[in-house]
């Protein structure tokens, strides 16, 4: 069942589509002249972000999925990730950007960059819509950050709530009312 809530806006569809462009160019600066991008999305959160940040890129790019999923137990900081979905193609002497919808604790990223690092890619780098650093428990931090958020509920432009919210185009900000 789920709680009554509200959602108000906290980055509104325009401001993202800014950033989003920003970053393309800042990422399409950093790997210019690279034929061997291959583009990451880690599901299922970054599927909205991904699909608008490629087509901003003004590089030759490969986009591939690979989908972790994390387990709270009684001890938060011992949180265990799983993969789900690997991803198609081999990455060796690759470079590699990952794109996140939102680092929190960072365990997801943590241990996703572990594993591809042991793939051998020639270079890997980490992108993120959102950060929330403050909820931080491991030492990653994305190469490139959309926006820095406080600690608050969001969801939409890809993140949910019990798998609803996705498709809000903004980033919202979930309310609890009961
Ligand atoms: C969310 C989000 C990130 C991860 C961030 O994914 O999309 O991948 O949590 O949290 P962390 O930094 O604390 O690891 P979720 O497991 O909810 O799956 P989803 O992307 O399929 O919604």
Do not use: W
């Amino acid at each position: 069942m789920h709680k009554n809530y509200v959602i108000d806006e906290m980055i509104s569809a325009k401001s993202i589509a800014a950033r989003v462009e920003a970053l393309a160019k800042d990422i399409s600066e950093h790997f210019a002249g690279t034929d061997k991008l291959v583009v990451v999305g880690l599901l299922r959160g970054s599927f909205i972000f991904i699909a608008d940040l490629v087509r901003e890129l003004d590089l030759p790019v490969e986009v591939d999925f690979l989908e972790a999923s994390s387990y709270g137990n009684s001890t938060e900081s011992s949180r265990e990730v799983r993969i789900l979905k690997d991803l198609r193609g081999e990455i060796e002497g690759r470079d590699v950007l990952v794109v996140e919808d939102i680092v929190d604790t960072g365990h997801t990223l943590h241990h996703v960059l572990h594993l591809l690092e042991a793939r051998n890619p020639a270079r890997l780098m980490t992108c993120a819509l959102l950060d929330k650093p403050s909820r931080r428990e491991t030492g990653v931090k994305a190469d490139y950050i959309g926006f820095e958020i406080p600690d608050e509920f969001v969801v939409g432009y890809g993140i949910d709530y019990a798998q609803r919210n996705r498709n809000l185009p903004y980033i919202g900000s979930v309310r609890f009312t009961s």
